[in-house]
């Protein structure tokens, strides 16, 4: 059975960081392109950022970039995103997310629809 299982969700300050691992079995996902998303309450899903099998990184939404920092290791077969300089803006659940699908265009990775596996979310809360 596939499993992706997010961990490290938590309530912070603003200003703070945390570190969200997920953790796959039921197969190796070393060859997937593994994805963050994120849904605060009232809003759709929306595109964090992404790594591709290699440990190159897609992209970052822009409201996270120069503040999270995706990464993985096959070896665990588990990717991380390290939060920092939070902001209350920052609160969600936060879903990781697997593709086997290759694309050249790093574009294609924000889409949630092209993402085959999901996990079960973890919650992030930043407080002011």
């Known amino acids: 059975q596939v499993q992706l299982v997010e961990s490290g969700g938590g309530l912070v300050q603003a200003g703070g960081s945390l570190r969200l691992s997920c953790a796959a079995s039921?197969?190796?996902?070393?060859?997937?392109?593994m994805g963050w998303f994120r849904q605060a309450p009232g809003k759709e899903r929306e595109f964090v950022t992404a790594?591709?099998?290699?440990?190159?990184?897609?992209d970052y939404a822009d409201s996270v970039k120069g503040r999270f920092t995706i990464s993985r290791d096959n070896t665990k077969n588990t990717v991380y995103l390290q939060m920092n300089s939070l902001k209350p803006e920052d609160t969600a659940v936060y879903y990781c997310?697997?593709?086997?699908?290759?694309?050249?265009?790093?574009?294609?990775?924000?889409?949630?629809?092209?993402?085959?596996?999901w996990g079960q979310g973890t919650q992030v809360t930043v407080s002011s």
């Open positions: 039921g197969r190796t996902f070393s060859r997937d392109t």
């Open positions: 790594i591709r099998w290699s440990g190159v990184s897609t």
């Open positions: 997310a697997a593709s086997r699908r290759y694309y050249s265009d790093n574009s294609y990775y924000t889409r949630s629809s092209l993402y085959e596996y």
